[in-house]
């Protein structure tokens, strides 16, 4: 059997045929044209700018295939830029990728993902899906802690033929390092203001030297809150404390076709961040209670939040072809009381099995590649509240199960060496079952079922219109599952909702020089929804239904250019017109033409970066800017956040080899801006975003 090597990605090389070229003025007149609309406008290839470096291969392509080679918009980002952005947890991944918006409502467990103007109204049915290591994340999951990372992965726009349910704009994949024959660890600790405390330790390296490794990572994360109390006088409410661990076992014999993967960890986070602000007065940090509000609980909302992942990988390498299995047991508890003692209990429990089977190309040299597979998960989700003074108005109870099966192919033909032609599909099938009793609402037991199948789609092509730049086109569809709302409230939720549907429409430019000192992306593209999932009602009585079409369209752009030796700067840019095409709510309420809720109109962003070799060690500075355009909070457009600018810097001083000392602030002008928005019996209330934090970290390698 053939060996095993890094260099097993399933590339196709493009020849640099100069006569060409020379041969073909027509075409270099249109290179050049396109050349001039790209994001580095006329910059110049020359071979002698340094030696080709290898390209990034991108494992969300399942197929080995390179982020140049990718016929839509993706990013790569490095372990090491993610530290110099000073990124430690998945909340704060928008500093190194800034289109991804990523806002809480009201505590972590709770992110709503925006990307390319679409955002998920539904909460337990993201628009943009979280894998880790190849294994979906849930939406209650996806604010984690971020450990050994090698690199995060970014792809924009529907991505349903490849990754199915929840991929409407996109996914994150996030990618780990795994352990080999090479002995590494370190200690990370660091402190700073609002009570801030981290510390990580990790070791790696063989157990069976050439065959067996293993790895061990602990953290640790807390801070104090920032938001103040008039009924207790405390100027720090809404802490957060979070503890992970994780352990990985990998078996590769060195010169074998077998790769077999083992991970298991598990973190928890206690909070009280589920406060809230005057919508009108929010810039003095005073939450909602008793003595803001005449009539109104203290608040003194808890959550505790236990993630416990469990999962088994292995690729068999044949000569042209990649085997792959991924199972996973994810689980998440939430125990969560809101508003005190005269508040809600509202715990909560939610895990799957999931399985997915694939066989890929791999190599180079051949007219096509592709990947087939199978993919199955059985979830289940369980949740129950009532009020803490009065039980005798009952604990609502409800249970929901859900199934999903799909076969998936995605094939690349390359017509020449510089014209490739994709397509890939998805079938799947989707089931869910529910069942409750809703005492507080006066809702007697009921027990419901649906399914549905969809068929989803891919086209794109690329041409390499020279060695550097390359332009594709594509087509893609996505979708959210149809089902029940997991949090029922009234009887309205003992019926479904319909799956929600994407259609993406996209072109785009990528250039890079070969030494990787200038690289661009430029794309425009239009996502049109159909049966938009949203939540009606008032706040804390809403109900899950389906509310007609949507449409998003914009343009993207980023570039990332040493404009000096080893001073590298990066400008992104993002302008989306995200609307309901068609929302009526009932005969004199019509919402079409108004913007969707949790979309940025603009996101501007620019970084530098750089690397000061100095007598006493290497010392990387890192100032960034981002600017975060006019958003809704509803469908109405009655509750907005006007456009703020957030100012964040990084300097590391590598002392020595294995000492690196870092300095950080985040929003360094202790910008007031809101997350979220909402009204409930005339009362505007809103979580108030991160305020200004600055600290010291210290990490030991060995």
């Not at 490095?78 to 918006?101: F, H, I, K, M, W």
């Not at 993919?375 to 129950?384: D, V």
């Not at 990787?516 to 929804?529: H, L, T």
């Not at 949203?534 to 804390?540: A, C, E, N, T």
């Amino acid at each position: 059997m053939p060996s095993r090597s890094s260099q097993d990605t399933c590339r196709y090389e493009i020849k640099d045929n100069k006569n060409m070229f020379q041969r073909k003025p027509i075409y270099m007149a249109l290179t050049g044209a396109l050349t001039l609309y790209s994001p580095v406008g006329v910059a110049q290839e020359v071979a002698s700018q340094g030696a080709a470096l290898p390209e990034v291969t991108v494992q969300a392509s399942k197929q080995g295939k390179t982020e140049q080679k990718i016929n839509g918009s993706t990013s790569v980002v490095s372990g090491a830029t993610l530290e110099q952005a000073n990124v430690s947890r998945t909340d704060d991944l928008q500093r190194a990728l800034p289109d991804l918006y990523l806002p809480q409502q009201g505590n972590s467990a709770f992110i709503t993902p925006s990307l390319r103007g679409v955002a998920s109204l539904n909460t337990y049915n993201p628009a943009v899906v979280m894998y880790v290591d190849g294994v979906p994340q849930f939406v209650t999951a996806q604010s984690q802690l971020l450990t050994n990372v090698e690199q995060v992965e970014l792809l924009r726009g529907p991505q349903g033929s490849l990754f199915g349910r929840n991929a409407a704009a996109g996914v994150i994949n996030i990618v780990t390092r795994q352990p080999d024959n090479e002995l590494a660890g370190h200690v990370e600790g660091g402190f700073g203001n609002r009570g801030r405390r981290t510390t990580t330790a990790s070791i790696s390296g063989p157990l069976v030297k050439d065959s067996l490794y293993g790895e061990a990572v602990i953290a640790y994360d807390s801070a104090d809150g920032f938001l103040r109390s008039l009924s207790s006088g405390q100027d720090n409410v809404g802490m957060r404390e979070d503890v992970a661990g994780q352990v990985k076992l990998r078996y590769a014999p060195v010169g074998g076709p077998l790769d077999v993967r083992f991970m298991a960890s598990h973190e928890c986070v206690r909070s009280a961040e589920d406060n809230y602000v005057s919508y009108t007065n929010f810039s003095n940090r005073v939450i909602l209670d008793g003595n803001s509000v005449p009539g109104l609980a203290t608040m003194n909302s808890y959550m505790k939040r236990c993630i416990d992942n469990m999962s088994l990988s292995a690729d068999y390498d044949f000569s042209d072809y990649r085997l792959s299995l991924v199972t996973a047991r994810n689980k998440v508890d939430i125990r969560e009381r809101l508003l005190g003692a005269q508040g809600k209990s509202m715990p909560e429990s939610q895990e799957s099995l999931s399985q997915e089977v694939r066989l890929a190309t791999r190599g180079t040299g051949r007219a096509w590649d592709g990947v087939v597979g199978a993919y199955f998960e059985h979830g289940r989700y369980k949740q129950r509240s009532s009020y803490v003074l009065f039980p005798t108005f009952g604990t609502d109870r409800s249970q929901t199960t859900t199934d999903s099966a799909a076969v998936f192919v995605d094939g690349t033909w390359h017509v020449t060496p510089r014209w490739d032609v994709s397509a890939g599909a998805r079938l799947v099938q989707d089931k869910a079952e529910t069942s409750g009793v809703l005492p507080i609402e006066g809702v007697a037991a009921y027990a419901a079922s649906t399914s549905s199948n969809k068929a989803l789609g891919k086209l794109s092509t690329g041409y390499q219109l020279t060695p550097s730049l390359r332009s594709y086109a594509s087509l893609s569809q996505g979708y959210k599952p149809g089902g029940y709302n997991l949090q029922p409230t009234s009887a309205n939720d003992s019926r479904s909702y319909r799956p929600e549907t994407s259609l993406n429409y996209e072109m785009g430019l990528k250039f890079n020089t070969p030494d990787q000192k200038v690289s661009a992306r430029a794309a425009v593209f239009q996502i049109e929804s159909r049966n938009t999932q949203l939540y009606q009602g008032i706040v804390g009585s809403q109900y899950l239904t389906n509310a007609g079409q949507a449409r998003s369209r914009g343009i993207e752009a980023n570039l990332s250019a040493e404009v000096l030796r080893n001073w590298t700067l990066g400008l992104d840019a993002q302008v989306v017109d995200s609307i309901f095409t068609d929302y009526r709510v009932n005969s004199s309420t019509d919402y079409t033409g108004n913007k969707l809720p949790f979309v940025p109109r603009y996101i501007l962003a620019a970084s530098l970066s750089g690397r000061i070799a100095t007598d006493v060690g290497m010392v990387r500075p890192r100032v960034a800017a981002r600017y975060i355009g006019q958003q809704q909070f509803d469908a109405a457009n009655s509750l907005k956040q006007q456009g703020y600018m957030l100012v964040d810097g990084q300097v590391s001083w590598r002392a020595t080899s294995k000492l690196d000392v870092s300095f950080y602030i985040n929003n360094a002008f202790d910008k007031r801006y809101l997350n979220y928005a909402a009204t409930t019996n005339g009362l505007k209330f809103a979580t108030l975003g991160e305020g200004r934090e600055f600290g010291v970290k210290l990490r030991y390698d060995f």
